[in-house]
């Protein structure tokens, strides 16, 4: 499984990119996320830490798409999920953290930049609800970020190796909610294809690769889903 921003919308939170998407909207958001601006502007620090704040994932839940993929690997068919999203909803749906693959990393822990420290997200969002506008690693005095993959900044070469890996095993590969227009991650579809993996692409979008999927699925996808893998209790 590949999932991407499509697959977390209809638990509202939103899509960055497509046409009703934060950035699209609010060409600051997109400043936000761009490691570059955020390093060298407290502005952008302090905006990036009231955004985080108000964040709606804070309050959401799974829906039944992020149930169905739980169903999934209950039924001990799910070799890997992929995930685009930081928003850990696979994981609080149910999915055991082995099984994702989080290539774009996950909001509800911060790093540190200067120490690479880590730890829980709400530990820092508590120091600014305090008052702390651009609060700062308490070990190393270094900038702290969520830890996300920003614009600008490496991906990690682990976790992308293992999701290749992973993409090269499937017999079935299933692309949800993503546009597919992303390297390297677009390129799972590829080599899953290549390894004689049968293709499914559920997104409300055309992708590039629809010509050569088995099946595409215009869908709403906590309906489709459920429809077609079944779905898990909560
Ligand atoms: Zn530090």
Known sequence: MLTGAGISTDSGI????????VWTRNPVAEKMSNI??????????????????????????????????VSLERRQKLHALITQNIDELHQIAGNSPEKVIEVHGTMRKFMCWGCGMRGPMQAVLERVRAGEEDPHCLDCGGILKSDTISFGQQLVPEVIDRAMRAAGEADLFLSIGT?????????????ARAAGARTII??????????????????SISELLPAILGSAAR
């Open 179 to 191: 546009s597919l227009q992303v390297y390297p991650i677009a390129g799972t579809f590829e080599i």
């Open 202 to 219: 559920v997104n409300a979008q055309p992708t590039p690769f629809d010509d050569q999927a088995d099946a595409v699925f215009p869908d």
């Open 36 to 69: 570059h601006y955020y390093l060298a502007d407290p502005a952008v620090r302090r905006a990036s830490w009231q955004n985080r704040l108000s964040s709606p994932a804070w309050n959401a839940r799974p829906n039944a798409g992020h149930l169905s993929l």
């Open 14 to 21: 939103p899509d960055f990119r497509g046409p009703q998407g």
